[in-house]
């Protein structure tokens, strides 16, 4: 069977690689194209998909024409919306009225005809994968709605697959976000076959906007025990060295768009750097760091153990490095909650409520007393038993391991199905049963 990944940027590389890797092994084929930036080309787990046999790997400016990319890259930037903003946004929506739906619409369909093609030639069996497609996805939406009509119109199947996972339980935790209604950053989402989500936290974005049949809830790819086992033979070595102190402690950051209350993270920056034997690590968010205050405060990047990072450090290196996390609603820290790693959920400094505070209630810092008081009592007790034990295995079973430890078996099982979808319709057996999936 054939299937066509769409891969943009770190987040979906990084859940995505897993589905590609096991569909692979599970003797498929398929056709990677790259539609982010460029630099992502060197990345290890891109160079892994291109040692595997069965994988094609293409950067989209190599598959079309010069003049097509030109266009196809131009109608892009006109209406993304992560460029509508002062100064440059007036001219993007000029822009835009000058090159009309109507105008647009030809480079959209010749080249989704040109990269399915490529892919599948005539064939009607085959799968086209995008991760989700949210309002402010760096990818225009316009143009995957094309690619996704055609691709339905040669009788390929369509899917969205994880991009990340739900790191809050609540759901007002950007800035000017002041209502309880559905999000329309997912409202896209319908556009596919099916959708699928690691767990029944992340679905509740989702239903709003489709067919609860078109919903598939099926665990977590990265953070599967499978994944993981493979993922630490692929890391590159890392670039953190251990010193001596006592406890190291990494702080991971969100994006600027959430609500963060920043001087009161620095506080406790300044509360954890204060006491002796201890040294800080602090990660900005791989997209928009620059943009945090935090990370331009001149007087904490003076504290001698204190130190922040960029995004060549990868957040594994940092969590196999660290005894401690400090986390402001992440989910690259679910990792470190599998290996039972403290991972403190600083929910006071920021406006949301963690998934890890809602099922693990001993990792919640509510105050600054809480800092100080797990700190001391790392440093006096050790790093061991900080999680008890029922609800540590609670958030495996419902935020990770969904339906069972064999996540990447349903994730292909799904593929599998979209690829034949008019088969399976006409009452035609598959050649290999797809195993049972946990559709929502």
Same mark, same amino acid.
């Given at each position: ?126 799968? $086209? *994968? ?5 309002? /402010?996805? @760096?990818?225009?939406? =316009?143009? #995957?709605?094309? &690619? ?100 190291? $402690? *990494? ?5 600027? /768009?959430? @609500?963060?209350?920043? =001087?009161? #993270?620095?506080? &406790? ?101 809480? *800092? ?7 440093? @006096? ?60």
């Amino acid at each position: 069977m054939k299937a066509l990944f769409f891969l943009r940027h770190y987040n979906d590389i990084d859940h995505i690689t897993p589905v590609i890797s096991k569909w692979i092994d599970s003797g498929h084929t398929c056709d990677i194209v790259l539609i982010g930036n460029s630099r992502f080309r060197n990345d290890y787990r891109i160079n892994f998909l291109k040692g595997l046999n069965g994988v094609r790997m293409a950067y989209i400016a190599d598959v079309l024409s010069p003049v097509e990319f030109l266009k196809w890259f131009f109608q892009t930037l006109i209406l993304i919306r992560s460029l509508r903003r002062p100064f440059i946004g007036p001219v993007m929506k000029t822009l835009e009225e000058l090159y009309d739906a109507k105008r647009r619409e030809s480079v959209w369909k010749s080249t989704a005809k040109r990269l399915l093609r490529r892919s599948f030639g005539e064939s009607n069996e085959g799968v $086209v *994968v995008f991760d989700w497609i949210e309002r /402010n996805s @760096s990818i225009c939406v =316009e143009w #995957v709605k094309v &690619v996704l009509s055609t691709a339905r119109s040669m009788g390929l199947g369509t899917v969205s697959l994880p991009h990340g996972d739900s790191p809050h339980a609540s759901q007002l935790i950007r800035r000017r976000e002041l209502r309880l209604e559905p999000d329309t950053t997912f409202a896209n989402a319908g556009i596919f076959e099916k959708v699928v989500v690691p767990n029944e936290l992340c679905s509740v974005r989702f239903r709003p906007f489709m067919d609860n049949q078109k919903l598939a809830v099926l665990g977590s790819p990265r953070y599967c025990d499978e994944w993981l086992a493979r993922l630490a033979k692929l890391m590159p070595p890392s670039p953190l060295t251990r010193s001596e102190s006592q406890l190291k $402690v *990494v702080l991971f950051l969100r994006k600027s /768009n959430f @609500s963060t209350f920043w =001087e009161e #993270v620095g506080e &406790v920056v300044r509360i954890v750097a204060g006491f002796p034997g201890v040294e800080l690590v602090i990660k900005p968010h791989t997209r928009g760091g620059w943009q945090q205050s935090l990370t331009k405060d001149i007087s904490l990047r003076r504290l001698p153990n204190v130190s922040v990072v960029g995004g060549d450090v990868h957040s594994i290196h940092l969590m196999n490095w660290a005894d401690v996390i400090i986390d402001l609603a992440t989910s690259v820290v679910f990792e470190a909650v599998k290996k039972k790693k403290p991972v403190l959920a600083a929910d006071y400094l920021h406006a949301g409520r963690s998934a890890l505070a809602e099922y693990i209630p001993e990792a919640e810092l509510r105050c600054r007393d809480d *800092v100080y008081k797990h700190m001391e009592r790392f440093l @006096s007790h050790g790093c061991d038993s900080f999680y008890t034990k029922e609800h540590h295995q609670r958030f495996l079973q419902e935020m990770i391991d969904v339906g069972g430890p064999d996540v990447l078996s349903r994730y292909v099982a799904l593929l599998e199905a979209q690829v034949r979808p008019k088969a399976s319709q006409n009452g035609t057996p598959p050649q290999n049963s797809p195993a049972k999936l946990a559709f929502a």
